[in-house]
């Protein structure tokens, strides 16, 4: 049972290119979320999905867009790399909200540079 | 608007001492409460979870935690420590808002043998 995957796992960028991370988990949840974690400040929400073809806005959402056309898969897109945007970014997936066990990816460490 | 902190940024520990981690919340009703842990390189793990009922929850690895709701803490415990518990440990707080986990800042633990 893989759980959360996440790829790539490392990346590095030049300002203005543009990617996408992809997450994919096989665990039937409806809820799929992205973070990014940057030092001293813990995990802070980018987007999340409550179920295939919905999206919401996090705490930091700007700079980035997602997409979840698949139950299973959840994109988060950079369209303009900035250095502000050098993090590690993780996914994670959940049943429901409520009682919100989040099982997490590996992560992305992405470099922008 | 609800907040997680831990205090402990750092905290260095002798294999076989005592741990006790520090986690801090506001939130005007019951939070559901977690603990996860985060291994260099690795995504986040759920080490234990309260949601209710008996204040003393028992976790993986020989985790425990107590919620006081009269502090407004979920401290992290663990009666002897291994060189293996190195990591980095995550409070988080779930309210039901937003369908968001928030995060504390997390306490990087270093194990001296």
């Known amino acids: 049972n893989a759980g959360v995957t996440q790829t790539p796992k490392f990346r590095v960028l030049k300002t203005g290119q543009s990617m996408t991370l992809l997450c994919a988990q096989d665990?039937?949840?409806?809820?799929m979320y992205w973070y990014r974690q940057d030092p001293g400040m813990g995990l802070r929400l980018i987007h999340y999905?409550?179920?295939?073809?919905?999206?919401a806005k996090g705490e930091v959402p700007d700079g980035y867009n997602v997409s979840r056309l698949k139950k299973q898969n959840f994109l988060l897109g950079l369209e303009s790399a900035a250095p502000s945007q050098t993090s590690v970014y993780f996914c994670?997936?959940?049943?429901?909200?409520?009682?919100?066990?989040?099982?997490f990816g590996a992560g992305t460490r992405l470099s922008v540079l | 608007a609800q907040s997680v902190t831990q205090p402990d940024i750092h905290i260095t520990v002798s294999e076989g001492a005592s741990l006790e981690l520090r986690c801090n919340y506001s939130?005007?009703?019951?939070?559901?409460l977690f603990w996860y842990v985060q291994s260099p390189g690795q995504g986040l793990q759920l080490l234990l979870k309260?949601?209710?009922?008996?204040?003393l929850v028992q976790g993986i690895k020989g985790f425990e935690a107590e919620f006081k709701r009269s502090q407004s803490s979920f401290n992290l415990r663990k009666p002897s420590v291994h060189w293996s518990d190195a990591a980095e440990y995550f409070c988080?707080?779930?309210?039901?808002?937003?369908?968001?986990?928030?995060f504390g800042t997390g306490t990087q633990l270093k194990v001296e043998l």
């Open positions: 665990m039937n949840h409806e809820y």
């Open positions: 939130y005007g009703a019951t939070p559901y």
């Open positions: 999905s409550v179920g295939e073809g919905t999206t």
């Open positions: 309260y949601f209710s009922g008996d204040t």
């Open positions: 994670a997936s959940s049943v429901t909200a409520a009682k919100n066990i989040q099982y």
């Open positions: 988080a707080l779930f309210t039901g808002g937003g369908n968001k986990l928030t």
